[in-house]
């Protein structure tokens, strides 16, 4: 079927689009989408497809809240916007008018004022066209034209690379967000859009805006409390990054869906009945996974589609928060819980402010089940979030105060941060919704994202009592100041004036507001200062990697020194006393590089193997890598002796298939005290951090880094590690430790080496 836009010229669309406005005429954009309190079985939401925005339409959606007055500005918005846009295309296209509409009607859904919606219009106003700020503050007011400076790019700066221009271009948006937060809704709404209409585009860039939008819009679309564009964003960013995946999972979900209708009925008319009993008034609904989360839970679990069994979930909605309560005892009276899975965010509500309490039972046919149990307020909060503060008119509540709050933390944490690159670090740090809930001696409870430790606990208190913490007591036991909280902890925190940030604190600080305050402290000190430091963390850490400073050669030290681009050992000091240089990092190519000397001074002892029964000396091939444990071959050739492969090996299945007479199945024999090198690959989100995760997460398993590479490709972030190990067991230790680094994507094992 034809698009309606191709059907006619756009000479005709502009034309329409500007006389539906001027004559006031009103035609939906759509149908509007059933809700989730329209349906009382879990609603199968379908992928929504982009229409062409029009005016009439905007002015139709506006009408139903705004006052005339207001119209006309919007109109006025509009002709401007019209104006500015004329002669330009979209990739599909459509007149490059439309998008701005369909942003602005977004907008208007949300029941935004005035302003936004002008902002919305007007979004590219200052980005694509010759028009300036303070032209449009001049005719529209500099609230308007605030908001609009906040969503524009910075196209028209010269940056080193795309990288940092991503990361000015977000610090700004953060920056005016911080001012009005009418800038990051503005941007989530032209977000939206972008992804409704992002299949003209090439494949490649499909997946980078993807991507993108997971990173940072999806986190800070949950951080606001818009759970239905937090929904949305995710299924969109997997329909464009895996297309076919997410086109097979949908309609997986639909069949599952009318075969687990009975069940389903059962348990909805069952909870019905419960209320009655109990005599509580509330509504029972329906509640579906989103494609992504179906897709997330079974790539991290590792599930197939049928071992997922919680696709479906139960709300009830009930008048008071003491009802929530009664409801959950009758709903444990009826089915069985899980233990573990009961979550109270009425007592501890989320960062967001979001409120409720959740269980997981067993249904009919030992199905596991999910109910969210709320109030009406609750609900409202839950699904609208920031939008709560304009759908009642501007009124305060606990999730504005919350945001209020948050956004000033980000003025914060850009005070502190050096430069654009580490504020998005630190940024991006504190976006992602995985929390911990915490409490203080007089019971305030503390929000850290998880993984958090008493450091972080302690900056969140006041920055001076992170940057002097001496102690802390968890639960009334006392422990170290980098052991990890958990839910529900009470912590204390002892400070005194003699204890300072330590840059290996910078390993496991998991907020932004610690990671930006240590490297404050860091780079305040003066170069004698983090010389002594950067020597003492050194000293203190290379027993631990059984290296001993004082016997290294200088070359060694020298080869060091040159590849962290400074001319002494003093300056190198100096690097990991400022938290510029990870001593991990440092002492982990200090000991690959002495190691590496040891061996090219001593005749290296081959391995040894058993071949018919017969304990036979052998080399290691270089096209496997194969490690005591793999299931091996060996081949021999005249001259050169025996090479053990990978069985799996694709060079030894050519081989045997060309000369198997030279090929033969052999055991490892006992080679204690023989180290094994593999290649692994791994993809990151970002590579900075990465770095130091890694090198961390392959010393905690014993081993060690002896080689690593760094592909110039940004935008697909790996790393090629060359790991030293004992056994296969090691290795799979090694990389399972790596799968667990948040920053990491995928892990696997290399089968050719590129060192």
Same mark, same amino acid.
């Given at each position: 079927?034809?698009?309606?836009?191709?059907?006619?010229?756009?000479?005709?669309?502009?034309?329409?689009?500007?006389?539906?406005?001027?004559?006031?005429?009103?035609?939906?954009? #759509?149908?509007?989408?059933?809700?989730?309190?329209?349906?009382?079985?879990?609603?199968?939401?379908?992928?929504?497809?982009?229409?062409?925005?029009?005016?009439?339409?905007?002015?139709?959606?506006?009408?139903?809240?705004?006052?005339?007055?207001?119209?006309?500005?919007?109109?006025?918005?509009?002709?401007?916007?019209?104006?500015?846009?004329?002669?330009?295309?979209?990739?599909?296209?459509?007149?490059?008018?439309?998008?701005?509409?369909?942003?602005?009607?977004?907008?208007?859904?949300?029941?935004?004022?005035?302003?936004?919606? #002008?902002?919305?219009?007007?979004?590219?106003?200052?980005?694509?066209?010759?028009?300036?700020?303070?032209?449009?503050?001049?005719?529209?007011?500099?609230?308007?034209?605030?908001?609009?400076?906040?969503?524009?790019?910075?196209?028209?700066?010269?940056?080193?690379?795309?990288?940092?221009?991503?990361?000015?271009?977000?610090?700004?948006?953060?920056?005016?967000?911080?001012?009005?937060?009418?800038?990051?809704?503005?941007?989530?709404?032209?977000?939206?859009?972008?992804?409704?209409?992002?299949?003209?585009?090439?494949?490649?860039?499909?997946?980078?805006?993807?991507?993108?939008?997971?990173?940072?819009?999806?986190?800070?679309?949950?951080?606001?409390?818009?759970?239905?564009?937090?929904?949305?964003?995710?299924?969109?960013?997997? #329909?464009?990054?895996?297309?076919?995946?997410?086109?097979?999972?949908?309609?997986?979900?639909?069949?599952?869906?009318?075969?687990?209708?009975?069940?389903?009925?059962?348990?909805?008319?069952?909870?019905?009945?419960?209320?009655?009993?109990?005599?509580?008034?509330?509504?029972?609904?329906?509640?579906?996974?989103?494609?992504?989360?179906?897709?997330?839970?079974?790539?991290?679990?590792?599930?197939?589609?049928?071992?997922?069994?919680?696709?479906?979930?139960?709300?009830?909605?009930?008048?008071?928060?003491?009802?929530?309560?009664?409801?959950?005892?009758?709903?444990?009276?009826?089915?069985?819980?899980?233990?573990?899975?009961?979550?109270?965010?009425?007592?501890?509500?989320?960062?967001?402010?979001?409120?409720?309490?959740?269980?997981?039972?067993?249904?009919?046919?030992?199905?596991?089940?999910?109910?969210?149990?709320?109030?009406?307020?609750?609900?409202?909060?839950?699904?609208?979030?920031?939008?709560?503060?304009?759908?009642?008119?501007?009124?305060?509540?606990?999730?504005?105060?919350?945001?209020?709050?948050?956004?000033?933390?980000?003025?914060?944490?850009?005070?502190?941060?050096?430069?654009?690159?580490?504020?998005?670090?630190?940024?991006?740090?504190?976006?992602?919704?995985?929390?911990?809930?915490?409490?203080?001696?007089?019971?305030?409870?503390?929000?850290?994202?998880?993984?958090?430790?008493?450091?972080?606990?302690?900056?969140?208190?006041?920055?001076?009592?992170?940057?002097?913490?001496?102690?802390?007591?968890?639960?009334?036991?006392?422990?170290?100041?980098?052991?990890?909280?958990?839910?529900?902890?009470?912590?204390?925190?002892?400070?005194?004036?003699?204890?300072?940030?330590?840059?290996?604190?910078?390993?496991?600080?998991?907020?932004?507001?610690?990671?930006?305050?240590?490297?404050?402290?860091?780079?305040?000190?003066?170069?004698?200062?983090?010389?002594?430091?950067?020597?003492?963390?050194?000293?203190?850490?290379?027993?631990?990697?059984?290296?001993?400073?004082?016997?290294?050669?200088?070359?060694?030290?020298?080869?060091?020194?040159?590849?962290?681009?400074?001319?002494?050992?003093?300056?190198?000091?100096?690097?990991?006393?400022?938290?510029?240089?990870?001593?991990?990092?440092?002492?982990?190519?200090?000991?690959?590089?002495?190691?590496?000397?040891?061996?090219?001074?001593?005749?290296?002892?081959?391995?040894?193997?058993?071949?018919?029964?017969?304990?036979?000396?052998?080399?290691?091939?270089?096209?496997?890598?194969?490690?005591?444990?793999?299931?091996?071959?060996?081949?021999?050739?005249?001259?050169?002796?025996?090479?053990?492969?990978?069985?799996?090996?694709?060079?030894?299945?050519?081989?045997?298939?060309?000369?198997?007479?030279?090929?033969?199945?052999?055991?490892?024999?006992?080679?204690?005290?023989?180290?094994?090198?593999?290649?692994?690959?791994?993809?990151?989100?970002?590579?900075?951090?990465?770095?130091?995760?890694?090198?961390?997460?392959?010393?905690?398993?014993?081993?060690?880094?002896?080689?690593?590479?760094?592909?110039?490709?940004?935008?697909?972030?790996?790393?090629?590690?060359?790991?030293?190990?004992?056994?296969?067991?090691?290795?799979?230790?090694?990389?399972?430790?790596?799968?667990?680094?948040?920053?990491?994507?995928?892990?696997?094992?290399?089968?050719?080496?590129?060192?």
């Amino acid at each position: 079927m034809v698009p309606r836009y191709l059907q006619t010229g756009t000479t005709d669309i502009l034309a329409s689009i500007r006389q539906s406005v001027l004559k006031g005429e009103s035609k939906p954009v #759509q149908p509007p989408a059933p809700k989730d309190d329209q349906t009382e079985l879990p609603l199968i939401t379908a992928p929504k497809k982009a229409v062409i925005a029009t005016a009439a339409s905007l002015i139709d959606i506006c009408s139903k809240y705004m006052s005339s007055a207001d119209i006309e500005r919007i109109k006025e918005a509009y002709r401007y916007a019209d104006d500015a846009h004329l002669g330009q295309f979209r990739k599909s296209g459509e007149p490059y008018i439309t998008h701005p509409i369909a942003v602005a009607s977004i907008l208007a859904e949300w029941h935004l004022d005035c302003a936004a919606i #002008q902002a919305g219009l007007m979004h590219d106003v200052l980005e694509d066209t010759g028009h300036s700020k303070n032209e449009m503050a001049k005719k529209f007011g500099i609230v308007t034209a605030e908001i609009v400076d906040g969503v524009s790019k910075l196209d028209k700066l010269k940056f080193s690379s795309n990288e940092i221009a991503q990361a000015e271009s977000f610090k700004k948006m953060l920056l005016a967000m911080s001012k009005d937060v009418r800038v990051i809704l503005v941007k989530l709404a032209d977000r939206l859009h972008n992804l409704r209409t992002l299949g003209v585009m090439r494949p490649e860039k499909r997946r980078r805006i993807a991507k993108e939008t997971l990173d940072i819009y999806v986190p800070m679309a949950h951080h606001l409390g818009i759970n239905h564009a937090f929904r949305e964003l995710q299924d969109l960013c997997l #329909q464009n990054y895996y297309p076919l995946r997410y086109e097979v999972l949908y309609k997986e979900l639909v069949a599952a869906r009318i075969n687990r209708r009975p069940a389903l009925e059962e348990i909805l008319n069952d909870t019905k009945r419960m209320l009655e009993r109990a005599n509580i008034k509330g509504r029972v609904l329906g509640r579906e996974k989103t494609c992504y989360g179906i897709y997330n839970q079974m790539r991290i679990k590792k599930l197939s589609f049928s071992e997922v069994f919680d696709l479906y979930g139960f709300r009830v909605i009930v008048t008071t928060r003491e009802d929530c309560y009664r409801t959950l005892g009758a709903l444990h009276m009826m089915y069985k819980p899980v233990q573990s899975r009961f979550k109270d965010f009425i007592a501890i509500p989320k960062s967001n402010g979001y409120q409720g309490l959740h269980t997981t039972v067993i249904g009919p046919q030992g199905t596991p089940v999910e109910f969210q149990i709320r109030t009406e307020k609750m609900n409202d909060i839950a699904e609208q979030g920031i939008l709560t503060h304009w759908l009642n008119r501007g009124s305060e509540s606990d999730i504005q105060t919350l945001t209020h709050a948050w956004l000033q933390s980000l003025l914060d944490l850009q005070q502190k941060s050096s430069d654009t690159s580490e504020f998005y670090e630190n940024i991006k740090a504190d976006l992602f919704p995985d929390r911990i809930y915490v409490f203080t001696p007089k019971g305030k409870i503390i929000s850290l994202p998880q993984d958090s430790t008493a450091i972080d606990f302690a900056y969140q208190i006041h920055s001076d009592v992170g940057n002097h913490i001496r102690e802390c007591r968890i639960n009334g036991q006392v422990c170290d100041i980098n052991t990890k909280l958990s839910n529900g902890d009470m912590v204390e925190i002892a400070t005194s004036s003699l204890s300072h940030p330590d840059p290996r604190w910078l390993g496991f600080v998991k907020s932004g507001k610690a990671r930006a305050e240590v490297r404050q402290y860091l780079r305040s000190l003066d170069f004698d200062s983090a010389v002594k430091i950067g020597r003492k963390v050194l000293e203190e850490e290379a027993p631990k990697v059984h290296l001993a400073l004082d016997e290294l050669p200088d070359d060694i030290w020298y080869a060091v020194i040159k590849e962290q681009g400074v001319d002494s050992r003093a300056s190198l000091f100096e690097l990991v006393g400022a938290g510029k240089a990870s001593h991990v990092v440092v002492l982990h190519r200090l000991l690959s590089l002495f190691e590496e000397k040891e061996e090219l001074g001593q005749e290296k002892g081959d391995i040894e193997v058993l071949v018919n029964g017969k304990r036979q000396e052998a080399q290691i091939a270089r096209c496997c890598h194969p490690v005591w444990g793999d299931e091996i071959c060996v081949f021999e050739r005249a001259g050169h002796g025996i090479t053990v492969h990978r069985a799996s090996c694709v060079h030894a299945q050519q081989g045997r298939n060309n000369n198997a007479e030279r090929w033969e199945d052999a055991r490892w024999a006992d080679n204690s005290g023989h180290h094994f090198t593999v290649p692994i690959d791994i993809k990151v989100n970002d590579i900075r951090p990465a770095i130091l995760q890694a090198t961390q997460a392959v010393a905690q398993e014993g081993s060690s880094i002896v080689g690593m590479n760094i592909p110039d490709d940004l935008n697909d972030p790996q790393l090629q590690l060359l790991v030293q190990v004992d056994n296969r067991i090691q290795l799979m230790r090694v990389m399972r430790s790596l799968k667990q680094v948040t920053n990491v994507k995928d892990v696997k094992r290399r089968f050719e080496s590129s060192f």
